[in-house]
């Protein structure tokens, strides 16, 4: 099984700063079919972004996913107030598995 | 606008069974494979079971092999999880998902969830 490894757990910033947010897995990931999802507090994940750097249909552009083989980024590029959420990378080439995810939180 | 409504959860004790059902609309269904997403209470994300778009291809993660099985009924439009044998541990909010046209693929569109809980 690909373990996904989030770091930070928690990430502290202002509206308007620049988000990075890592995924490590355990081992390579399989034609970088890694993916980001966005959850808010009592709302169902939303996919921001697969194939490692493809944004989902309606997702702005200032989210972007980079990275291949172990290691992966997701950068959002200026926080706006409706993007302070939990992230989780995801891969799917090897069976499924999700990491444990990053809160971005207000500073 | 794709749409999937989970329905089925409740409180049950250790030991008994549940079916969880889940109605699609909006996309083709039986162009996808469709999936079982777990999540306890506080914690994170943890893929179940997924479906191909013609039963063909089904796959548990390990805590479930032997107690869930995984089915649809592409006529009807619905993906179902017969969870057997629950346990306290499967205590979780359920959400079905849509894939891709592939196995390996994302999940494009959830529902919002159906809740299971396990207790005596």
């Known amino acids: 099984e690909i373990v996904l490894t989030q770091s930070p757990g928690t990430l502290s910033l202002s509206p308007g700063e620049r988000a990075t947010l890592s995924c490590r897995a355990s081992?390579?990931?399989?034609?970088?079919?890694l993916a980001w999802y966005q959850q808010k507090p009592g709302q169902a994940p939303r996919l921001l972004i697969y194939?490692?750097?493809s944004r989902a249909t309606g997702i702005p552009d200032r989210f972007s996913g980079s990275g291949s083989g172990t290691d992966f980024t997701l950068t959002i590029s200026r926080l706006e107030p409706e993007d302070f959420a939990v992230y989780y990378c995801?891969?799917?080439?090897?069976?499924?598995?999700f990491g444990g995810g990053t809160k971005v939180e207000i500073k | 606008e794709v749409q999937l409504v989970e329905s089925g959860g409740g409180l049950v004790q250790p030991g008994r069974s549940l079916r969880l059902s889940c109605a699609a609309s909006?996309?083709?269904?039986?162009?996808?494979?469709m999936h079982w997403v777990r999540q306890a209470p506080g914690k994170g994300l943890e893929w179940v079971s997924g479906?191909?778009?013609?039963?063909?291809?089904?796959?548990?993660v390990d805590s479930v092999k032997g107690r869930f099985i995984i089915s649809r009924d592409n006529a009807k439009n619905s993906l179902y999880l017969q969870m057997n044998s629950l346990r306290a541990e499967d205590t979780a909010l359920y959400y079905c998902?849509?894939?891709?046209?592939?196995?390996?693929?994302?999940?494009f569109g959830w529902g919002q969830g159906s809740l299971v809980t396990v207790s005596s």
């Open positions: 995801q891969q799917y080439g090897t069976s499924l598995t």
């Open positions: 909006g996309f083709t269904f039986d162009d996808y494979a």
């Open positions: 194939g490692a750097s």
């Open positions: 998902a849509k894939g891709g046209y592939n196995w390996n693929d994302a999940f």
């Open positions: 479906i191909s778009w013609n039963s063909g291809r089904i796959g548990y």
């Open positions: 081992q390579s990931v399989t034609s970088s079919y």
